[in-house]
């Protein structure tokens, strides 16, 4: 009987023993996030967004810009190479000068062209181009340069229309080189 005796002690020890151990609680079995966690996270969120995706699109549009800087360039570079073989820069014979080419050279959004109606492009001695966009983010930019290399930007309505003289400007809010 001791040995029925002893044997029941022990078996209700392991049952305390094994009733003693902590129970998870039914919160505690929920793991995830609180609403206020969510709306914390989605604020923080909201903010960075407030300000990187003003700048990055920023970004694009001064990375568009160049395209009319590197057409106009390379246009300008054509037009005096074609007054170093003709001693002018309009048509001779069968030779066209680059602003005459049709279609106008496009360099990304921006088409580069020689006005007809600036007075500089009738004279022999003279020429004007000008890069302009009407698509797109960079709509309303206009680039110009002259035989003289005077060079104007005319920005669009996203950077408030002004027009700088005497230089190609790429970043928001620059008044000069």
Known sequence: MSKQITLRKRRLKKDEHVMKKPQATAAAQLAGFTLIELMIVIAIMGIIL??????????????????????????QAQMEQY????????????????????????????????????????????YFLQAVSSTGQDNGFKYTVDNTDTKSTTYGAIWGGATIANCWVTAKGATSC
């Open 83 to 126: 007054f170093q073989d003709n001693r002018t820069y309009l048509a001779v014979g069968a030779f066209t000068p680059p602003c005459a080419v049709a279609p106008s050279p496009k360099y990304g959004d921006f088409v580069i062209t020689c006005p007809a109606a600036n007075a500089l492009n009738t004279a022999a001695n003279t």
């Open 50 to 75: 407030a300000i990187a995706i003003p700048r990055y699109q920023d970004y694009v549009l001064r990375s568009k810009l160049v395209n009319a800087i590197n057409g106009l360039a390379a246009v």
